[in-house]
């Protein structure tokens, strides 16, 4: 029905709104990502296209300007369900805001706007375990140094986000007993150093194989150590907030640029660093 109003719609002079209420129902995945990517086709010229949707799969980071997200306080009832089954007119309390507003007022109500960030998490593909690889602590670290090759051209970087710096001992274990090319990115603090140091001492791991990134960036301990003043003013006009980006905020730009394949400059020092970073990590695959 969908594509046969728009066939009329486009013989017509009339600028046409479609509505559609949960298009993706019932349809396996391949098929939601062939109906969201025939949408564009139909919005063109006057025309308007609006829809709803609870899946990830039908979520489209390039337009993450125009969702809005919909709350309802009838869906989160201060009882229980069972007690809330039956509700009257006077408990629906329906409100509209940008996904960007609403994300930066409420950050932890993340049921509201989970396909979104189901969307936007990074699925690592299918590697190669004789290609040499840069594995780091977690996905923060993963996001910011993807940005940078992407921003700096360099796609000769095989990057992988590991799950915290002391969840390393299986990888280590496979690179010692198989002779595998991977290097160990951590953090330059505390605890990245002593997780270094554990990884030498009890498996064995050659010291030129692991590293923390105050090695490469000194008096840098962290990925956010990347972003001097005039990125973090990028970030925060960006992502239209009011004071400077957590570090959550942080990884969700990261994360939304990413997807959407929407690369800015955030300055001369972010590249600067970024850079200086990227070619040590590069050298130490060689």
Not at 146 to 162: E, T, V
Not at 214 to 224: N, Q, S, V
Request: proline share 5%; hydrophobic share 40%.
């Amino acid at each position: 029905m969908l594509f046969t109003q728009f066939r009329v719609a486009r013989s017509s002079t009339r600028p046409m709104l479609f509505l559609f209420d949960e298009p993706a129902s019932n349809l396996h995945a391949a098929a939601q990502q062939k109906l969201i990517e025939c949408f564009p086709e139909i919005a063109r010229a006057e025309h308007t296209l609006a829809y709803t949707t609870h899946s990830h799969y039908m979520i489209e980071p390039r337009w993450l300007e125009q969702t809005f997200i919909v709350t309802n306080r009838a869906d989160t009832p201060q009882n229980s369900m069972l007690d809330e089954i039956s509700l009257d007119d006077e408990s629906l309390d329906v409100k509209v805001a940008t996904y960007r507003s609403f994300v930066n007022e409420h950050p932890n109500q993340t049921s509201y706007f989970q396909p979104i960030l189901d969307r936007l998490e990074v699925v690592p593909s299918r590697f190669d375990l004789h290609k040499a690889s840069v594995i780091v602590e977690g996905r923060s670290d993963y996001y910011v140094l993807r940005y940078a090759a992407k921003l700096l051209n360099r796609p000769d970087i095989p990057i992988l986000p590991g799950l915290g710096a002391g969840t390393f001992g299986a990888l280590v274990s496979l690179h010692v007993g198989w002779s595998l090319s991977f290097f160990f990115f951590l953090d330059g603090d505390r605890q990245g150093k002593i997780e270094r140091d554990r990884y030498v001492s009890e498996f064995g791991i050659p010291e030129n194989c692991i590293g923390t990134i105050d090695e490469f960036l000194p008096k840098i301990t962290d990925i956010e150590g990347l972003l001097d003043s005039e990125a973090l003013d990028r970030i925060e006009q960006d992502l239209q907030l009011a004071q400077r980006p957590t570090k959550g905020q942080i990884k969700r730009f990261f994360q939304e640029k990413l997807a959407a394949s929407a690369i800015l400059d955030l300055g001369n020092g972010f590249r600067d660093r970024a850079k200086a970073l990227l070619d040590g990590l590069s050298s130490k695959l060689v």
